[in-house]
């Protein structure tokens, strides 16, 4: 584990990333790509070493007693070490966003206007116990010219300090320094709340978690935050709903990976399209032990379902669990949508064009799905490359995040003595 | 006055903006454009009404011995008001930006991705006495979909009531409904702050004033803030640069408006350059009235020079005054502007191609000008149209801020049944 420095502070951390960032911008795309593959390879050579490192962390968490969900986040293995590994060769495939000529332009006394993209500087992420993102998210940055400050959840300390260990080994090879990649290895609290604040050394901190930590990130900061990955989603079933589409669309939705931000949590269904399928969706819910949190309408004609209280609405339940409220029209869905959702992935469910376009149009929200699952809403399954997470805000990036969320850009003016009258 | 209701809270005021954002965000290019036509002309017959109003705001200022350059930003007269008509008008000739497909694709399974630029919402204003941004900031808000809540300086709280209240009645006349435009007529500082957590109505905040205010905005909200315009810029007098040139943009740069952020405070100038011209840069000084606040070498060849503080380095004087400090190379000069510049615009006069190349890649701000002035970092002077402000932030929109900044984007998935595998 040498080449990890002991006792130096979160700041001095931030500030050695600041330095290295400088570095990290200027490189060319072949200089960086070849300092990823080199990260993939040396991580794979050292996998042994990775696994029983995660052993440790796994064995502190069953001690415990954190729940096996947790635990399963937590755990590395030959496959998910893989999975990283490859990730890294995928970005390095991945086109360089840095010096993009945006725009170009030359004003009548002659001076020359370049818009150009550059590096945002420093990242500082802050996530949970997923060691995957210690490697996704530095291979992201880096790739875009970025250092990068971790800060990883306790639980998975020693699997992040080890592959930390690794990647500065592989950087040494590089041209890369080791410095653009700093992990805080303190765990209390306060290691993390000192970078909410640095805004000297840190150019935007990425939260990714659970709605807790997004949260306490988000009201605290002062550094630029990028709000990712809370996904109250809802499926609206029209009236004119097709009854094959939407039941495939509700189980991809709710059951393929109930843990993810773009499963849906609540279905809003027309009173109509209920009258007439409630049998079929009340089979699908039973077929695939999903627990239903009814309305008083949709009570009435769900079996064993549960009277829903004013929390569901809001509740990003991340398991079986789902919401169901019976809507008038696409416009009471829209409503209910405006008031809970947290404008990550919307869907409407129905064979009517103008309803549908009406809907996307009014719904605000980083993607709106038409007759399609709202499981769709990530980097790689909309073909825009693996992405450091989804946001849910409005400024700077939306939805999926890729490597030019990671970039900003300045304007270089150059002329031959230009003053402005 | 009759249409501005009295006694509305300002939350009250963010719900009737949030409401009204809706629709404004639906109408087509031609109907915002006959508005924008339709408030120049309201506010230009009504100019004998405003210029009334301003003099009660003005006669006030000078009861409160405001001084006389903020009294002068205060003042309104005929020329200003048709400015700022003239201003809406060039605004609807403007492109919209809502609307614009900035990705369409297709996955193998069918589902069509469209990527689609959307306003933002509801924008919050936050800005100091010139009555003009009341006009400029509601027509750029509105042409980009948005609605606007304004909070001016109390010094012209007449002046912005009566523009606003014109404003609502020519929108009457409008599709886009009066409530798009609202102004907070409390003068205390609680109404503002109410604006700075507000996050279920307002989308984002643009503080536009001095450092006090936009400090205060980026410290203290919640809600997103694009930061505008405290511009520390720097001028660097390169070993190798021409005498003739560097005068001239010295002079453009200090004294052609020496009040605006673009202007030039502090001059590094390279101790060749110096020893060599010093004669000539004295007399520029003297001959235009520059104070000088000079570091040690410089005292020693600029006379009346005053010596420079460390505040000196920090300081965005705004007026005559100048800091001058000897480098003695470009890393030293970009070193400085690494640890007192506000990433605003910075300037290299240097004939030597590879000096200013390695400038211009170092240098981390929104403008980097070879051999010109800074005082073109401006949307109307770089041909980037009308702007809200300069935004000095790497998220979201850096530079000058136009229409385009004033929008964000949604994802639109159409399928007829997609589910992820």
Redesign the interface.
């Known amino acids: 584990m040498g080449p990890i420095k002991k006792k130096v502070t979160v700041r001095e951390q931030a500030i050695l990333a600041k330095q290295a960032a ?1 570095h990290v911008a ?1 490189l060319s795309t072949e200089e960086k790509n070849e300092a990823l593959y080199r990260l993939a390879s040396t991580l794979e050579t050292h996998a042994e070493m990775l696994l029983e490192e995660n052993e440790k962390d796994l064995k502190n968490g069953r001690k415990q007693e954190l729940n096996n969900a947790f635990l399963d986040r937590l755990a590395l293995s030959k496959e998910r070490i893989a999975q990283f590994t490859d990730g890294l060769r995928q970005v390095a495939e991945l086109e360089d966003p840095v010096g993009k000529v945006m725009m170009d ?1 030359r ?1 009548d006394n002659g ?1 020359k ?1 370049t818009k150009i993209s ?1 590096p ?2 420093v990242i500082g992420m802050i996530y949970e116990a997923r060691p995957n993102v210690t490697v996704d998210a530095a291979g992201l940055a880096l790739k875009a010219g970025n250092a990068i400050v971790l800060k990883g959840g306790s639980s998975a300390i020693h699997t992040n300090k080890a592959i930390v260990s690794v990647m500065h080994k592989a950087l040494m090879e590089t041209n890369i320094p080791k410095e653009a990649v700093q992990l805080i290895e303190s765990t209390n609290r306060e290691a993390s709340q000192q970078l909410f604040t640095m805004k000297e050394h840190i ?2 901190l990425i939260p990714r978690g659970g709605a807790g930590l997004i949260n306490t990130v ?2 605290n900061a ?1 550094v ?1 935050v ?1 709000e990712t990955g809370i996904g109250n989603c809802h499926l609206y079933i029209d009236a004119e709903a ?1 009854l ?2 939407t039941l ?2 509700l ?3 709710k059951t ?1 990976r109930p843990a993810v931000c773009n499963a849906i949590e609540t279905v809003l269904v027309h009173e109509k399209w209920l009258a007439e399928h409630h049998e079929a969706l009340a089979r699908t819910f039973s077929v695939h032990s999903i627990t239903v949190h009814a309305d008083e309408a949709a009570l009435e004609v769900v079996p064993n379902a549960v009277a829903a209280v004013e929390e569901d609405w809001a509740n990003e339940y991340l398991n079986l669990h789902i919401a169901i409220k019976v809507v008038k029209d696409v416009d009471e869905a829209i409503a209910h949508i405006e008031q809970y959702g947290t404008k990550h992935s919307e869907a409407i469910l129905t064979e009517n064009e103008y309803t ?1 376009q009406h809907f ?3 719904v ?10 709202t ?3 990530d980097g790689g ?3 825009l490359g693996a992405e450091i997470g989804i946001s849910t ?4 990036a ?2 999926p995040m890729g490597l030019p969320a990671l970039t ?13 009258s």
């Open positions: 400088k200027v332009s004003l001076l206007i550059v945002l500087g150019d935007v988000a009201s002062t630029p990028l097709d094959e589409k495939s669309i189980v991809n939705g393929s549908a996307m149009k009014f605000d929200a980083s993607a709106i799905y038409h007759n399609a699952s499981r769709f809403t399954a909309l073909g805000q409005k400024l700077h939306r939805g900003t850009y300045k304007y270089i003016m150059t002329g031959d003595g230009q003053i402005r």
